[in-house]
């Protein structure tokens, strides 16, 4: 186990780009870099209307000690063509993070509700989100059913938006009424110490 | 849904199949007249595939997990059961694909009825999807019940003879259609992760449901006394124009969805519950799924059955077997990719292996296989080969690499040996088999192969792939 004490750069990149992006940032001196697909939703409104707005994403974590230059990785990733989407920095040192005016708004449900809330949100002025699909983790009173632990499924949404924004996003979300239920799914948000464009 | 990221995919899937067939028309096999429906066809298949894939992204495939999932989070084995049976009764009850495959049985063999048979393949497949379902709760091991289900196949199959085997395996390829695999796919997948986390049991439950046609078809014939293989004509159908042909297949396919639109239209009212926005995205995209198979199948039955017998008849009429024989090799290997219910398998493992697993590799190893069945095949027919050979041999091989491979890979491979023998391979590929043969009779069997063949192949893939893994972890 290695234990950093640093920042973390998240990039959600296109499909199958999470390779060569780990390798800029090996290059950079990165020490490694963990890919998750995930889903995307196109900016364009007729698209979305016609359901037709997800698309295929790589979302890659990648550590970073001080000795590395998140800038460095990030400019280089600019650089390369075939690497296109968002790159955003999450510094440990939270006084940095307050500095640059972005955050980013995760909220985790079961599953089936990451459209309602990316709708939800964009009325609310979030451009994009990313969604994953991931499940639940069993507490050790979990519930069993035929010798089996039971979790449920879950989505994780992530909304990365201009600081201003921030309140309107979780009001709007947090007045969906698919969410009303209890224990359907949690919401947080973070400060964001660099957010980049990449390509394009 | 990504409308162009499929549409590339589907061109590439397509083009392959075109230029091959383009080439054979200006050196071996002169198609006439053919060429210009098989081009029509063509444009069909990719703006039809590309519809479908992107429509079961969003529909079939997060209906079908999130199903699986509030299943097993019910906690109640006979809501498991009997939602597990009563979807895929309907399913395959409606599936026009199984009325066609009862009534040809039924005309070899007069003592089948065919209305009886079509029940008993619903009843098989729909009591092995509770099988599997089971298994994937408890965490039996899918190799014990493959070894179990295979063992009662070989010995009912032994019994009946050739003529019922090649029968019993075609009906497990042609059961499951293109609409059902996506959703039962699905299902495995979210009754998994919400009980064992994502991984070894994620697959195999569409293995398991297409043993369940292959012991009904199987039992039928041992029940109503052995087989009497009359060979019967080929059906040649004479030029039909586009609009009947989609017609007929939107009306035939409307049959087969509406048990499934059905379901899910029940179970969104009273278990499932989606939100307003993803709800209204589902709704679109059964829309695109729907339209996009019936494109999908008009284009192959437009124009590509009759190039299919064309290729097969000219071939073995007037050039060597090896040249037949290379001709199926190369299309074994292109028509496989341009399977839909292929697409879905791959997308679904690499979300499950998070990208480990590629798409590419599968296919490659997937093309691999049909290819070889396809080729098999062939030979089977130039040398009246015994069938059961084919069977015993191939079944048994990949019971036996599933004790050498990771379990992961082998319920990838026993899916995808239903998924392979799709709409494509059941009609251009079984129509080179039939020109090739001149019977229908002889090329029964040919669709089985194609789902026997990716069991050993992918397996062989899984093998590969621990020992890359072991090899990179020391």
């Known amino acids: 186990m290695l234990l950093l004490e640093g920042s973390l750069l998240l990039a959600v990149l296109g499909h199958n780009q999470a390779d060569r992006f780990s390798s800029v940032a090996r290059q950079c001196g990165a020490t490694g870099a963990t890919a998750v697909p995930a889903k995307g939703t196109a900016s364009s409104k007729i698209l979305r209307l016609l359901g037709m707005g997800d698309k295929s994403r790589d979302l890659v974590l990648v550590l970073l000690d001080d000795n590395v230059n998140a800038d460095t990785i990030i400019s280089e990733a600019k650089a390369d063509p075939a690497l296109t989407g968002i790159c955003a920095l999450l510094n440990s040192d939270e006084e940095k993070n307050m500095k640059a005016g972005w955050k980013m708004v995760t909220i985790i449900t079961n599953t089936g509700y990451a459209d309602d809330i990316m709708h939800a949100a964009r009325e609310a002025g979030a451009e994009g989100g990313t969604v994953i699909h991931a499940r639940g983790t069993a507490p050790a009173d979990a519930e069993h059913f035929l010798g089996v632990v039971v979790v449920p499924d879950k989505e994780m949404v992530m909304i990365l938006c201009p600081e201003e924004k921030e309140e309107q996003i979780i009001s709007a979300v947090n007045s969906l009424s698919c969410l009303k239920e209890k224990g359907v799914g949690i919401m947080y948000s973070q400060a964001v110490e660099k957010f980049e464009n990449l390509g394009e | ?474």
């Open chain 2, 1 to 474: 849904m990504d409308f162009t990221q499929k549409l590339k995919e589907t061109l590439i899937s397509v083009v392959p199949i075109v230029i091959s067939v383009v080439l054979l028309n200006f050196t071996l096999v002169p198609l006439d007249g053919l060429m210009g429906p098989f081009l029509t066809g063509s444009l069909f298949l990719v703006s039809g595939l590309s519809l479908f894939l992107g429509g079961v992204d969003i529909s079939m495939v997060p209906v079908g997990q999130k199903l699986g999932s509030v299943m097993a989070l019910r906690k109640s084995l006979p809501l498991v059961l009997f939602l597990g049976f009563s979807i895929g009764f309907s399913v395959t009850f409606a599936e026009p694909d199984v009325s066609v495959l009862s009534a040809r049985i039924s005309s070899l063999n007069p003592a089948i009825d065919s209305s009886i048979l079509t029940f008993m393949i619903a009843v098989g497949l729909a009591l092995c999807i509770d099988l599997g379902l089971f298994r994937a709760l408890k965490g039996i091991s899918l190799r014990a019940v493959l070894i179990c289900g295979y063992l009662v196949v070989f010995l009912l199959v032994y019994l009946t003879g050739q003529g019922a085997a090649s029968m019993a395996f075609d009906s497990s390829g042609a059961t499951t259609g293109p609409l059902a695999v996506p959703f039962i796919l699905a299902m495995g997948l979210g009754v998994s992760s919400s009980t064992r986390g994502a991984g070894e049991s994620s697959f195999g439950l569409t293995g398991v449901a297409s043993m369940g046609p292959v012991l009904s078809v199987s039992l039928m014939v041992l029940l109503t006394g052995g087989s009497s293989s009359a060979p019967s004509a080929v059906a040649s159908e004479s030029a039909v124009s586009l609009g009947s042909v989609l017609l007929h297949v939107l009306k035939n396919t409307a049959k087969g969805f509406a048990p499934l639109l059905l379901a899910i239209l029940v179970l969104q009212f009273t278990l499932l519950k989606f939100p307003k926005i993803r709800f209204k995205n589902i709704c679109l995209g059964l829309i695109y799924s729907f339209a996009g198979i019936v494109l999908f199948l008009s284009g192959v039955e437009y124009g590509f059955s009759e190039v299919g017998v064309k290729i097969g008849q000219t071939l073995s009429e007037n050039y060597p077997f090896y040249v037949l024989l290379a001709v199926s090799l190369i299309f074994g290997a292109i028509v496989v990719l341009a399977e839909p219910a292929v697409w879905v398998l791959t997308s679904q493992i690499e979300n499950v292996s998070a990208g480990r697993i590629r798409k590419k590799q599968v296919m490659l190893f997937l093309c691999l296989g049909v290819s070889l069945a396809v080729a098999l095949a062939m030979l089977r027919i130039h040398f009246h080969i015994n069938y059961l050979y084919f069977v015993f041999f191939g079944v048994a091989l990949a019971l036996v690499l599933s004790f050498f491979c990771p379990p992961l890979f082998t319920g990838i491979a026993f899916d995808s040996g239903g998924v392979a023998s799709g709409p494509l391979s059941t009609s251009f590929l079984l129509s080179v088999a039939i020109g090739a043969s001149g019977s229908a009779e002889m090329s029964f069997g040919l669709v089985g192969l194609i789902a026997i063949s990716p069991l050993i192949t992918l397996q062989i893939l899984g093998i590969i792939f621990d020992r890359r893994k072991k090899n990179a972890a020391s």
